[in-house]
């Protein structure tokens, strides 16, 4: 019965190191470059279209003189655009140079898991971990400014941001998006019927985004708030208590 037992599990975790590798083709390492070419934000972003669209975090391209993304093969392409933002969920769509042909776009869904149902939540890999970790749906819920959100209970955390939940049928339905905030980094896995209202945009290219992007919008009383929300759906009642405080001052 052990060995059963033994070759049941270990035909599980292959079956989920095959499908997590499967799926980081559709995975990228983002990294933005300050005007000295110095290094000044690294974070992952998803394939979302077979043009080579890419979605990542705002605050990874924040104050960016260039921005590239480098696919699971290696290959290195450059940001040329940004087509949408959702600044609620730190989300922006931005256009690559890259030929379509090594283009591997998530496949989205639409349906909501199920309670206990196995994901996976797929990274890019590294020197000290795989690139992806399992976890299980503990509940959905809604949260203001953000939507649906899901509610994962995962083996580990995955550090850079940005990381598509997979299910067991190889279907995209969230994304766990990181949020820095003055130096505490907080996850929220938003459903994916929220990733798709950045499937269309109008192309504005990098720099005049970071130009055009007023980082004064985390200190406006919108900004706050948001700040606010998401503090809360992290049950960190104080900081949230403190920027809806902020917001009221700031525009009663």
Known sequence: VLSLATSTFMHAQDDISILAKQIQQSVVAVSAYDKNGALLNQGNGVFVNGDGDVITNIHVLQGAATAQVKTAYGKVCAIIG??????????????????????????????????????????????????????????????????????????????????????????????????????????????SSRVTRLLEGRVTTLVEWVEGEANEWFSSPEGLCNQGIFYLASEDYTNALSHFEEAGRKNP
């Open 82 to 191: 940004v087509l949408a933002q959702d600044k609620e969920s730190n989300l922006v769509r931005v256009s690559v140079d890259i030929p379509p042909r090594i283009v591997h776009p998530l496949t989205f869904g639409n349906t909501l898991p199920d309670s206990g149902e196995r994901v996976i939540l797929v990274g890019t890999p590294s020197e000290i971990n795989q690139g992806y970790s399992e976890g299980v749906v503990s509940g959905t819920g809604t949260v203001p400014a953000f939507g649906v959100v899901l509610k994962i209970i995962s083996s580990a955390s995955l550090a850079d941001g940005c990381n598509p939940v997979i299910t067991m049928n190889s279907e995209f339905v969230g994304l766990s998006t990181l949020y820095t905030f003055k130096g505490k980094k907080f996850h929220l896995t938003v459903h």
